[in-house]
């Protein structure tokens, strides 16, 4: 369903459902410990990607017939699972990246908006087409994408149920690079190399003030002088601007 491998400051997250890598209540599960192992395991950039030849075609099918019928209360329940998962994934103190390899639809895009980077293969398509079924995408869809792109596009893609291509969501901010089928798994890897390579502590705090950026309540400018706090006082920080300054006088 979900592999999890570590691989130094790495940990690579695996999408391997068939036939689609369909989202339903065990796969949040699954999920969820691989998160824990994330964190316990202090890894640096966590890289999410699929073995099939699609990314992620979003809800399973066989479970949203099983509970088509249920007390709606009881349905939107089992849908805040996606909304917390995938803000937990969003919070994650290391750096995400999603490696779209192929469509990206309804969940799955929510998924992948979820993550602070994203690198697309040109043939990959994205979509959320909820409303197109009287519904609306109900894991974050309508607020990460607003946020990300712009009122504008999201009224768009959203309310008309559009499906965009690789080049459309580079232009409109939705995936940071697009590479060629061949090229998409190195170009991958190299992103996650120069991201593993930052300090830990730095990126965690910085990625913490960003996401207060816009956010009610949240104190942005207070959160940067907190983080600076704990920065200024780190071994690692400490010891990366004392190498900085020596190499600049020199």
Avoid at 3 to 23: A, E, M, Q, S, Y
Avoid at 161 to 189: C, F, K, M, Y
Avoid at 208 to 230: Q, V, Y
Wanted: aromatic residues 6%; hydrophobic residues 45%; proline residues 3%.
């Amino acid at each position: 369903m979900i592999d999890f491998d570590v691989d130094g400051r790495v940990g690579v997250v695996t999408l391997n459902r068939d036939p689609v890598n369909g989202l339903n209540d065990a796969w949040v599960a699954r999920l969820e410990e691989v998160l824990d192992g994330a964190e316990a395991q202090n890894i640096g950039v966590l890289h999410i990607r699929s073995a099939l030849k699609i990314f992620c075609g979003g809800a399973d099918l066989n479970q949203i017939r099983e509970r088509f019928d249920w007390p709606v209360e009881d349905q939107l329940k089992s849908g805040r699972l996606y909304q917390e998962i995938f803000a937990r994934l969003e919070s994650f103190p290391g750096v995400t990246l999603a490696e779209i390899n192929g469509a990206a639809f309804g969940g799955g895009l929510e998924l992948a908006l979820a993550c602070d980077l994203r690198v697309a293969s040109s043939r990959a398509k994205f979509s959320l087409p909820e409303v197109g079924l009287g519904l609306l995408p109900g894991a974050g869809g309508t607020q990460r994408l607003t946020r990300l792109c712009g009122r504008a596009t999201a009224l768009r893609m959203i309310l008309g149920a559009e499906v965009v291509d690789a080049q459309e969501a580079l232009s409109r901010g939705i995936v940071h690079w697009v590479a060629e089928p061949q090229n998409l798994t190195t170009e991958a890897a190299a992103i996650v190399g120069r991201y593993a390579k930052m300090p830990g502590m730095a990126v965690s705090a910085a990625k913490a003030a960003i996401l207060a950026a816009g956010k009610a309540g949240a104190d942005g400018f207070e959160m940067e002088t907190s983080g600076l706090r704990g920065l200024f006082l780190s071994a690692e920080t400490r010891a990366l601007v004392t190498a900085f300054l020596a190499h600049q006088k020199s």
